[in-house]
């Protein structure tokens, strides 16, 4: 088992830029890979970025590009989503989600799921 507990969402403004945290417990962080997914009210849950197990390779949703940056500290045991340029359209509960070894940008393929931390973007 893996559990996940994500943190520092919050209300920013349009513009603002906001880090939001995903730290594991139980088994070794190491050989997962990590991805973040977020779902807005009344939309399906959406990719947004993904590190392999040792930081080295990552992927993003074409919109968050440029803006999103996703990290890792395996020695804490945390996975990070640095938001820039933030726009209301980014409003949405934010997941971090665990499945081991190989990326992906398919929710179903993740095991684990933390409970979600909420990003509101003002206009």
């Known amino acids: 088992q893996v559990q996940l507990v994500e943190s520092g969402g919050g209300l920013v403004h349009a513009g603002d830029s906001l880090k939001i945290s995903c730290a594991a417990s139980g088994r070794t962080f190491s050989n997962y890979a990590m991805g973040w997914f977020r779902q807005a009210p009344g939309k399906e849950r959406e990719f947004v970025a993904t590190?392999?197990?040792?930081?080295?390779?990552?992927d993003y949703a074409e919109s968050m590009k440029g803006r999103f940056a996703i990290s890792r500290d395996n020695a804490k045991n945390t996975v990070y989503l640095q938001m820039n340029s933030l726009k209301p359209e980014d409003t949405a509960v934010y997941y971090c989600?665990?499945?081991?070894?190989?990326?992906?940008?398919?929710?179903?393929?993740?095991?684990?799921w933390g409970q979600g931390t909420q990003v509101t973007v003002s206009s």
């Open positions: 590190i392999s197990w040792n930081g080295g390779n990552t």
């Open positions: 989600a665990a499945k081991l070894f190989v990326m992906s940008t398919i929710p179903y393929e993740y095991t684990y």
